[in-house]
């Protein structure tokens, strides 16, 4: 952990650094437009300090959505439309849901590819062709959808396309570590005389849980983009995505960085929880520790 | 000199499909082995050592001649748990303690509780793993990591352990050591023992009898009965008459060689 701080740092640093250059440099124009209209000529500390602190600015500086953050998720009422608590709980919820549901979807279907040759070839292809259709056309189709059926609320359709593009990394990654054990210890255990469940059971599940705990990570930052995206395309109002939305439609682009950060902040978090069981998993599975 | 014969083989041929054509991996095998035999096998790589122990444990299936294992089917005899297999790679479960490893073919063969522990117990005493049950097995040396599959094999008390080059993997003092282990729980236990291995002074210090065999087709073409006695310290490998039986294990492999 120490030992990659200093390296972050300096990418930090050099981010900042360029950030900071592109604010003054694409919020000039409209300083510079300001004191033309005024009759005055500002000096160059003048023309910087003004770049840094525009409401509108073009590109925001850091500092400046850094605090919009802070005053949004701590100086806000948690039930307050304008509090990145509220809309993050809202992505949240959905991204769990999808999650959880891709899980499920993911590991059920990997199960039956696996031990059926029939089903490897009916459904595998089918399963790759899923993630080549973009998700932003099919989530107004299933929001269309869901609400036919009943379901009421968004929840529903964006846990559903945040499933569909979770799903897959799990799906990949079962089947590969469901067929990692060797025809040696497949051989050992038939000569046990062990059944199909045996095998699976014993075998070929315990074996595929490195597989399955790597997959996790990708896929719960695929079920927050997917819990997103269904947010922005179905008019939906609360929600990280609909915030990106709605500061970009309303001109607030403080708005929109603000929302952008909290949802990578909401995937830090979600993925740091996720190697946090994937470390307990791996202790319980006796692995070396490194 | 043996009462009881355990493995028989009367003229057995396999023959492999493969897209090269047909691969002829044994071709008129004939051979007893007899109840308490110490039998190696031993050849070229594709000589069909491996594959005999293969058909053996009913991994794979003849395509023409018989065998039998306590006089029953291959199948038949893994069915009445008539042998254990230890595999070069000890294969042993890394999410698994040493003794859960063991009681993998008790779980699978429906022993109680009780009767796992005690079976793990007794074997992990034959292989002088005692105190090492709770371990993981990266927590092992490779040497004592093969150790623990050969308990894993003798967990349910198979009358035959069938040994497919158990320590090809491990180093010479190793493996001697293990060698030296190896006979002394043969001569405790009395299992009958059929043993893959490419080293000759292993076939010949181990064995009762040792079968050398030579490939394209897959043949035996010398059965060579040690007049070693059983009780064998690692000097035997010194005395003359261990020299002139590897001798004859040579020439045997040599022979075997010479129409390639």
């Keep these: ?288 520790e490194a | 000199m043996n009462e009881k014969t355990v493995i028989e083989a009367k003229n057995l041929d396999l023959t492999f499909e493969t897209n090269d054509g047909p691969v002829r991996a044994l071709k008129g095998v004939n051979l007893n082995i007899g109840k308490g035999d110490f039998v190696s096998f031993i050849g070229p790589s594709g000589c069909g050592k491996t594959t005999f122990l293969r058909v053996v444990a009913a991994l794979e299936h003849p395509t023409g001649g018989a065998i039998t294992v306590n006089g029953a089917s291959p199948e038949e005899a893994r069915r009445n748990r008539a042998y254990g297999y230890v595999f070069q790679a000890a294969g042993l479960y890394p999410w698994r303690t040493i003794a859960k490893n063991i009681k993998l073919p008790l779980e699978i063969m429906g022993y109680s509780r009780e009767k796992q522990e005690k079976r793990v117990n007794d074997v992990l005493q034959l292989v002088d793993l005692e105190g090492f049950g709770g371990k993981y097995p990266w927590q092992l040396s490779g040497g004592m990591q093969q150790r623990a599959s050969i308990a894993r094999a003798l967990a349910f008390d198979a009358d035959i352990l069938l040994m497919d080059e158990p320590f090809g993997a491990l180093d010479e003092i190793v493996r001697d050591h293990l060698n030296e282990q190896l006979l002394a729980l043969w001569a405790r236990t009395g299992k009958t023992i059929g043993f893959v291995t490419h080293s000759i002074p292993e076939a010949v210090y181990l064995s009762t009898r040792i079968v050398v065999m030579s490939p394209r087709p897959g043949r035996i073409t010398d059965v060579i009965e040690s007049p070693l006695p059983r009780e064998r310290p690692l000097e035997i490998r010194d005395t003359p008459e261990f020299i002139e039986i590897a001798h004859r294990v040579r020439e045997g492999l040599r022979a075997g060689h010479g129409d390639d």
Excluded: C
């Excluded at chain 1, 650094?17 to 592109?22: E, N, R, S, T």
């Excluded at chain 1, 978090?269 to 994937?278: A, D, H, K, R």
């Design chain 1, 1 to 288: 952990m120490m030992r990659n701080a200093g390296p972050i740092a300096v990418v930090l640093l050099v981010i900042a650094v360029m950030w900071y250059a592109g604010s003054f440099f694409m919020n000039r124009a409209w300083t510079m437009d300001q004191a033309e209209r005024a009759g005055t000529t500002p000096t160059l500390s003048e023309v910087f300090r003004d770049t840094m602190q525009q409401d509108r600015a073009r590109l925001p500086a850091p500092h400046q959505i850094a605090s919009e953050l802070y005053e949004g998720t701590f100086k806000k009422k948690t039930n307050s439309k304008r509090s990145f608590v509220y809309h993050g709980y809202i992505t949240l919820e959905a991204t769990m849901a999808g999650f959880v549901l891709g899980i499920i979807l993911g590991v059920t279907l990997a199960i039956v590819i696996v031990l059926s040759r029939v089903f490897d070839l009916m459904l595998m292809p089918w399963a790759i062709i899923s993630q080549t259709i973009p998700v932003i056309a099919l989530a107004p189709m299933i929001v269309i959808l869901t609400n036919a059926m009943g379901a009421g609320s968004l929840l529903v359709p964006k846990a559903i396309v945040a499933a569909y593009l979770s799903f897959f990394p799990v799906l990949v990654s079962m089947v590969k570590g469901l067929r990692s054990p060797s025809a040696m210890q497949l051989d050992l255990l038939r000569t046990y005389g062990a059944s199909p469940s045996q095998v699976f059971w014993k075998l070929r599940l315990p074996s595929s849980m490195p597989y399955f705990f790597a997959s996790l990570k990708i896929a719960v930052a695929a079920a927050l983009v997917g819990a997103i995206v269904g947010e922005l395309p179905t008019g939906a109002i609360a929600g990280l995505g609909a915030r990106m939305l709605i500061g970009s439609q309303f001109g607030e682009p403080m708005i929109m960085w603000a929302a952008l950060f909290a949802a990578a902040i909401l995937a830090a978090m979600l993925i740091w929880v996720v190697s946090g069981v994937e470390k307990v998993a791996a202790r319980m599975m006796g692995v070396r």
